[in-house]
């Protein structure tokens, strides 16, 4: 079993930009590991980068799936999702990732709880989605029983108070830079903070936000044995 930051109730800190990238059973797949718990299947968080003309070979997400793209375009038989799109696989769904032109991509691996099922995606590239604030803008990614997922656009020299979630919870730094809590947070850095503590970001020249929250309370069971996924 392989073990990184696998403690949900601790907080952690990731500087995911200065990680080396690790290859995967593909090639032209690369991964940079955030979080990680599990042998041949993991509750994981990564950043992956698919080189152009690659692909990962069909498989089955047992614990469902979410990811942010990031960069690029990544497909599947399901569609092609560009820069910005935020897609959410059901327990139990199947695909054959691959792109074109390249792409990396945010993703989180077995979050979801068995009853979560469906699929969605969402193109927030599309303004309709986004909400103005006095501090930027938010946009709501998923809602549910278990987690609640939103990207937030923090405006330079903008202040955004988090309301602390009895579950937790996590931030990834999509763009630009903030400050959390007198700690300088640039791109790609990621942090946990388990329990109800609310959150203060400020942001200098603007920053683009992962925010998810309500999951590290009661994280879904790890199966036995699967097949590996990314």
């Known amino acids: 079993m392989t073990l990184l930051h696998p403690d949900p109730t601790q907080p952690a800190r990731v500087d995911a930009a200065l990680l080396p990238w690790d290859p995967s059973p593909a090639p032209g797949v690369e991964r940079r590991r955030i979080e990680r718990t ?17 692909r990962f070979p069909a498989h089955r997400h047992g614990g469902g799936e979410e990811y942010l793209v990031l960069s690029g375009t990544f497909s599947d038989e399901h569609g092609d999702h560009g820069t910005g799109s935020y897609v959410r696989n ?16 945010l ?7 068995p009853n979560e099922t469906a699929s969605a995606a969402t193109d927030t590239t ?12 938010r946009h709501p990614l998923h809602d549910g ?12 020299g903008a202040t955004v108070s988090l309301d602390g979630d009895v579950g937790g919870t996590e931030v990834f730094i999509v763009d630009g830079a ?6 300088a947070l ?24 992962y925010v998810k929250s309500g999951h590290l309370a009661a994280p879904p069971a790890l199966p036995g044995h699967q097949r590996t996924e990314l």
Do not use: F
């Open 38 to 54: 599990g042998g041949e299947v993991a509750r994981l968080t990564s950043i992956v980068r698919y080189a152009p003309g690659s």
């Open 145 to 156: 029983p278990h987690d609640r997922v939103r990207l937030l656009r923090l405006s330079p």
């Open 178 to 183: 903030v400050n959390l809590d007198g700690e």
């Open 90 to 105: 059901g327990v139990g769904s199947r695909h054959s990732p691959h792109t074109a032109e390249g792409c990396t991509i």
């Open 126 to 137: 599309h303004a309709a989605g986004w909400q103005p604030t006095a501090w930027g803008a």
């Open 107 to 113: 993703v989180k691996l077995w979050w979801m709880h």
């Open 186 to 209: 640039s791109r790609w850095s990621w942090v946990r903070r388990p329990g109800d503590h609310s959150l203060r970001l400020q942001s200098g020249e603007g920053a683009l936000l």
